[in-house]
């Protein structure tokens, strides 16, 4: 297993739609493996192919809740139903999210309350989860990656204009930059 670099906004492959797992062979187990170790070592809640450079649909997450309830898995070509989402601003205390890609901040944003997760595992088979709270903004956010939307791009403003000067004064937005978790220290 090895911690991976992980790409920061800007790079082409965080911007497109991934590409269907096709193939479910050890190559897979070991980019499964290696994401794992990634997102632990960044640290973080979730990590999408796309963000270590991978267009491949699949994502890992590893959260525990206030009960002390690990919830861990890999979601491989997902599917995601969302209940609708609340009207209003995003409360800045309860919503506020960040992301590996765009690291070190954190900004507001409003997800639906409620997710149902349909996806396969590494042996291919089918899956479903339903989730709330937490649990559904972390599928929310890592889908997203999917489809080559951050976070950031859903953002309302002023935040959206918080970000883009972040992501300026930075010198992020081009092509190839990453951090290395345990390394570069961008999460701290």
């Known amino acids: ?4 670099p992980i790409r920061i906004s800007g790079d082409p492959v ?10 479910f062979d050890d190559d897979l187990r070991t980019l499964v493996a290696d994401m794992f170790e990634t997102m632990q070592a960044a640290p973080g809640v979730g990590l999408a192919a796309p963000q270590i450079g991978v267009p491949l649909r ?9 009960e002390g309830l690990e919830h861990s898995g890999t ?14 601003e995003a409360d800045e205390d309860e919503e506020s999210e960040g992301c590996l890609s765009f690291p070190g901040e954190r900004f507001p944003l409003r997800r639906a309350e409620h997710a149902i997760l349909r996806a396969v595992d590494l042996e291919g088979t089918p899956f ?9 903004r972390i599928f929310q956010h890592e889908f997203d990656h999917l489809d080559g939307v951050l976070y950031v791009d859903r953002l ?4 959206d204009k918080a970000a883009a000067k972040i992501l300026r004064k930075s010198g992020w937005g081009v092509p190839g930059q990453s951090w290395l ?8």
């Open 58 to 66: 699949l994502f890992v997450y590893g959260w525990t809740d206030e």
């Open 128 to 136: 479903e989860v339903h989730a709330s709270g937490w649990l559904s």
């Open 1 to 4: 297993m090895a911690v991976l």
């Open 75 to 88: 979601a491989i070509n997902p599917v995601l139903w969302l209940s609708p989402m609340a009207v209003g």
């Open 156 to 159: 309302d403003h002023p935040h």
């Open 14 to 23: 965080l911007h497109a739609p991934a590409l269907a797992v096709a193939s």
């Open 181 to 188: 978790p345990g390394i570069d220290h961008l999460e701290d």
